[in-house]
């Protein structure tokens, strides 16, 4: 379950209860302060709250110092093999610094890391990789792989204890999902710590993001994970933070920027949906607001399951009707259906109310009685859903049925401002 235990990296809180933290990691070479900077200025605007720079030379070191001060956010040094750029770079003001103590040097190194931090008030990230696990845990990694990865960690952190040191999270990355959903489950229940998840190399765009999406959304639907990082294989790291704010936001553990819904299209389409939803889906991503916006392919159904969204848009041969939280709005010319969505949307937003003109609204709601009445006999896969779901209902009182209150989830959510 989520941790016990929280850390502050520099103001975001990990774990113990704070929403799950987004971060991403600069793919420029961090001397390249100019570059860097532009990176790490674009993933903040994209709502990552941490970031993580290499710091592999002496001069990312340098850079560093300049980095910490002009960041919007927080900044992790992801260090490895070198204790003294560990050192360095907790004096330059990292964050937090990033650190395999498999791969530091020994525990006397190690040590020396921990005292700088514990000096400093810093936190560490402590990591094992499946791929660089230790010796002496080689052969139980052939048969039990997964009991390996959690072992190696939990080592890590006795190390940290024996050195009276909890100002840590852990993180346990693997290429492979099943094991990297196990792995972090058993660990989630051997130690009180922080959790930082992520799948290692996972991939293009589309698969590393549906890859991190089961792995990350799997732990997260069980409460299991502190903070995310998707790692993609893009120069865009601000893809990344948009993978993961569509996983929390898909979990309903944080909120940010509005939430498009669309109907899946069959046979009843009746206009280009492809084009239309990507056009919506771009503009709506300068809107900071947590509105729902709903794009229907035909209003046989009337507004059916997109009742609840805050606005939407449904199209019938040459005309479209823009509607609001299940009623209609106005109906207009098909090709004016997406322009007229954001006027309304932009309208909301400058006066937090829904603009309804009773005659417009009262035209809409007319053409999509009409366009509901003349189909009313089609079996859409809505009208199947809705009898499924009576079906189900008329199954009597012993259903079990969901209960929002049980969800893993459900005590994490909308609670960073
Ligand atoms: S019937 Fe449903 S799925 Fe098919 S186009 Fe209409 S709204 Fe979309």
């Known amino acids: 379950m989520a941790s016990e235990r929280q850390i502050n990296v520099g103001g975001v809180l990990i774990g113990g209860g704070a929403p799950v933290a987004v971060q991403t990691m600069t793919k420029t070479e961090t001397a390249d302060l100019q570059s860097t900077m532009d990176q790490i200025r674009g993933v903040a605007d994209a709502g990552a709250d941490l970031v993580r720079v290499a710091v592999p030379r002496e001069k990312d070191v340098e850079a560093l110092k300049t980095i910490v ?43 020396q890391v921990v005292d700088r931090a514990r000096q400093l008030g810093t936190p560490l990230r402590i990591g094992v990789n499946s791929g660089s696990l230790p010796k002496h845990l080689h052969e139980l990694e052939r048969s039990q792989p997964v009991e390996a990865l959690v072992s190696a960690a939990v080592e890590f952190v006795e190390l940290m204890e024996r050195l009276e040191f909890d100002n840590f999270k852990v993180s346990i990355k693997s290429t492979n999902v099943p094991n990297t959903i196990a792995s972090n489950r058993l660990l989630s229940e051997r130690i009180p710590y922080p959790l930082h998840l992520g799948i290692t190399e996972a991939g293009t765009k589309w698969s590393g993001s549906l890859k991190s999406a089961v792995g990350l959304g799997t732990l997260l639907a069980d409460g299991v994970g502190d903070t995310i990082r998707i790692s993609l294989s893009t120069f865009h790291a601000e893809e990344e933070v948009k993978v993961a704010w569509e996983i929390l936001k898909a979990l309903h553990l944080r909120q940010r920027g509005p939430v498009l819904i669309a109907c899946p299209t069959c046979g009843r389409l009746q206009f280009d949906m492809d084009t239309v939803v990507a056009d919506i889906e771009r503009r709506l991503e300068r809107y900071p607001e947590p509105i729902e916006v709903a794009v229907l392919g035909c209003p046989v159904n009337g507004i059916g399951e997109a009742s609840h969204a805050d606005f939407g848009i449904t199209g019938a041969k040459n005309e479209g009707l823009v509607f609001s939280r299940g009623k209609a709005l106005r109906k207009v010319p098909q090709e004016q259906l997406v322009d007229t969505l954001f006027a309304e949307i932009d309208k909301y937003v400058a006066s937090k109310q829904i603009d309804v003109d009773a005659g417009e609204a009262e035209a809409g709601a007319q053409w999509l009685e009409r366009i509901e009445s003349e189909n009313a006999g089609e079996l859409t896969p809505e009208r199947l859903a809705a009898m499924e779901a009576q079906a189900a209902d008329d199954d009597g009182p012993d259903r079990i049925r969901l209960d929002e209150e049980l969800s893993p989830v459900a005590g994490r959510r909308f609670n960073r401002a």
């Open 69 to 111: 001060t002009q960041s919007p956010i927080p900044v992790i040094a992801d260090i490895h093999f070198n204790h003294t750029l560990a050192l360095k770079a907790l004096d330059a003001g990292a964050h937090c610094v990033r650190l395999n103590p498999g791969n530091i040097g020994g525990p006397d190194k190690v040590a």
